[in-house]
């Protein structure tokens, strides 16, 4: 759970590095809490609206903690954008998000797994 605050406290930050760890443990609790929230929802008869306000919530850090994955592995944020190519273009960017990081610093920040030593 600690992951999943980390990156609500970073809600805009765009700069820096996040490892691969804070990202893939947000994306978990992230889809957790959105499969309770649809679950309750469904539950209730409810139209999905509660559903939409926290995918709305989460929606910039979302983007903000993929940018910095993308910074930790020596890419621009701007390869989020290849996820609008249909099928390819989210295997390219899955595939950058599951490398590891670029040892030591880049022009992007601090190697991340230092500070945690």
Not at 17 to 39: D, Q
Not at 62 to 84: K, M, N, P, Q, Y
Request: proline residues 3%; aromatic residues 14%.
């Amino acid at each position: 759970m600690e992951w999943y605050l980390k990156v609500l406290k970073q809600y805009a930050v765009f700069s820096g590095r996040a490892r691969r760890k804070e990202y893939w443990m947000f994306i978990l609790i992230n889809f957790l809490i959105a499969l309770a929230i649809g679950f309750v929802e469904g539950l209730l008869g409810s139209p999905g609206v509660l559903s939409l306000v926290y995918s709305l919530a989460i929606l910039i850090p979302s983007i903000a903690v993929t940018v910095r994955r993308l910074h930790d592995t020596e890419r621009s944020g701007w390869w989020v954008l290849i996820s609008f190519i249909p099928l390819i273009g989210t295997i390219v960017l899955l595939i950058f998000l599951v490398m590891d990081s670029k040892e030591g610093e880049n022009k992007y920040g601090d190697y991340p797994k230092l500070a945690l030593a």
